[in-house]
């Protein structure tokens, strides 16, 4: 994946519903390991109806970053690395550990009106990169990382953004065929945090969705969402996280545009 002209536009936003509307990753659950079923949620996550992050950026250059924030552990109203004790709490997880992302079709699979007007037009794919690093990175430098690594992360997995079950119950053909009825399902997909990266420290994942082909012509437009999973030795990571009882959605996300 390659990014070769500037971005016009990024914007952090919490909170849209409509087809226009974008999406980030709400929350995320291990569903491996120690604290199996636990979930976490997304920096500065601070619920589904807090609208109070959206930063509008115009005419950005390359340098456009892929966070709003860079200092690991961040969790809303904190201005020091708080990671537990809040209601929206970071997830707790060891090197092996599987861990899912979910996210809202926000009606990009189901009401999206440009996805029905041309056999390319696709909502696209969403690729997960990690990095121990808090170091500002832009996308244009995520983007260039390969599953072996390199000095500041690494490409964990891509998968499609419609991830075949996941709608919002908004009575749509896709919807109704996919057994929606009464409450919504989460578009998902799984990563697993490497062996190597040790313990006692945050590694935070990338959530890139390249919006681009939504209309069957690419006009380049990309969200991203960072989440922070704090690295516990095994006999200490089922402490951290929230009780799936608690599962809430949703958190911010970074979107960007590029004119080509």
Not at 54 to 78: E, M, W
Not at 228 to 257: V, W
Request: with cysteine.
């Amino acid at each position: 994946m390659r990014i070769t002209t500037a971005f016009t536009t990024a914007v952090f936003t919490a909170l849209f519903s409509t087809v226009n509307s974008h999406s980030w990753v709400s929350q995320v659950q291990l569903v491996s390991g120690d604290g199996a079923g636990t979930l976490g949620y997304s920096r500065y996550y601070r619920g589904h109806i807090d609208d109070n992050e959206t930063i509008k950026h115009l005419n950005p250059a390359l340098n456009t970053y892929v966070c709003k924030d860079f200092t690991q552990g961040r969790v809303a109203d904190s201005d020091k690395t708080t990671p537990q004790g809040t209601a929206y709490p970071i997830l707790d997880a060891s090197p092996g550990d599987r861990i899912a992302l979910f996210w809202k079709d926000n009606g990009h699979v189901t009401l999206d009106s440009n996805l029905f007007k041309a056999p390319t037009a696709t909502p696209g794919n969403v690729t997960v990169y990690g990095t121990t690093t808090e170091r500002k990175l832009t996308l244009t430098e995520v983007v260039k990382w390969e599953k072996n690594g390199g000095k500041d992360g690494r490409l964990l997995t891509i998968a499609p953004y419609d991830d075949g079950s996941c709608a919002e119950d908004n009575q749509s053909k896709i919807a109704l065929e996919r057994g929606v009825d009464g409450q919504s399902k989460d578009c998902r997909m799984y990563v697993t945090i490497p062996e190597d990266v040790g313990s006692e420290k945050y590694y935070t994942l990338y959530w890139v969705w390249d919006f681009s082909m939504k209309t069957g012509t690419r006009t380049t437009e990309w969200y991203t969402s960072c989440i922070d999973i704090a690295i516990k030795d095994k006999s200490k990571a089922k402490s951290g996280g929230a009780p799936a009882k608690k599962k809430r959605e949703l958190g911010y996300s970074a979107k960007f545009r590029v004119r080509e």
